[in-house]
């Protein structure tokens, strides 16, 4: 792991590779957000932005941390990491990761001062705001079914502070557990640029599809039938794991896409993937469906 204190600079940076990547970046961000340096030895600009990054990591002293990656070295990391929606076509590429998983991001050099604000705006994520607690309230309220409760707490604490993330997604699923799908969309095409694509809220996105398709789902009994009938029928798979999401039977949901995807990766333009990745976004990152299904789906991948 990283280090926390206030050792030499290059405590806070590391040379990460495929086989470290789970523990030093995505395990590693559900305690610290972690800054992912994506490089190349013949790339000029990287030669430029890597020390500037180095140098804003080190100044915060572990609130932030850094990995860097030599794609050259890393190139199946690389593809498997660009196959799951990173944008690494090109390089450098920059990808904080927080909670597991990747909540801001940017390409090609860019001013020192852009550097220096991108890392202190990470090292902010680790911060509660002083609205810590309201927040645990606001979802332990939730988590006993007090949604209205719970939707007044989020919106008290979005009166103080427009922009947290947390908040705003937290609204927005407190609408999906009282059933107002309809508010919760329009909630969420209301959010701040700058949290618009943050994790809480990429997640009440992610929830809010689910919901969607919960309520067109089939019977479950008849799509359960229709798939042990024909187990090549890659429709009535999805359509059996959709129904048994809606019912709540999230890991047999997972079970049933991992499988179809096992089958065709590429039916329907991926869909199996592109719907593991929308539950694995509506779940925590530490949920064990999710950390048991990301690996099942990268075993796959790698094959």
Not at 51 to 78: F, S, Y
Not at 258 to 266: G, Y
């Amino acid at each position: 792991m990283f280090g926390t204190d206030t050792k030499p600079a290059q405590t806070f940076v590391k040379d990460v590779t495929e086989t470290t990547f789970m523990a030093e970046v995505v395990d590693a961000s559900m305690a610290v957000p972690v800054i992912v340096d994506f490089w190349a030895p013949w790339c000029g600009p990287c030669k430029t932005l890597g020390p500037q990054l180095e140098a804003a990591v080190n100044a915060l002293k572990g609130r932030v941390v850094m990995a860097k990656i030599n794609v050259d070295e890393n190139q199946r990391l690389a593809q498997v990491l660009a196959q799951q929606g990173l944008p690494l076509q090109s390089i450098p590429t920059v990808v904080a990761f927080y909670q597991g998983r990747p909540v801001d991001m940017f390409q090609g050099a860019v001013p020192a001062s852009q550097v220096k604000a991108f890392v202190e705006k990470l090292a902010g994520l680790a911060g509660d705001g002083g609205l810590g607690e309201a927040l645990a309230a606001a979802e332990e309220m939730l988590a006993e079914g007090a949604a209205v409760d719970a939707a007044e707490t989020f919106a008290a604490i979005l009166g103080e502070e427009p922009e947290n993330a947390e908040a705003y997604g937290g609204l927005v699923r407190s609408h999906l557990a009282a059933g107002n799908l309809d508010q919760a969309e329009l909630i969420l095409a209301g959010a701040p640029a700058k949290i618009a694509t943050a994790a809480p809220v990429e997640a009440a996105r992610a929830q809010l599809a689910l919901a969607k398709q919960a309520a067109k789902a089939g019977p479950l009994d008849e799509l359960k039938a229709k798939l042990a009938a024909d187990p090549n029928d890659h429709q009535a798979r999805f359509d059996h794991a959709t129904a048994l999401h809606a019912a709540g039977q999230v890991e047999e949901a997972v079970e049933e896409l991992l499988e179809l995807f096992r089958r065709d990766r590429e039916w329907n333009e991926g869909a199996a993937k592109t719907q593991l990745f929308t539950i694995f976004d509506s779940l925590k990152p530490a949920d064990p469906i999710v950390v048991k299904g990301r690996r099942r789906l990268s075993s796959m991948i790698f094959a």
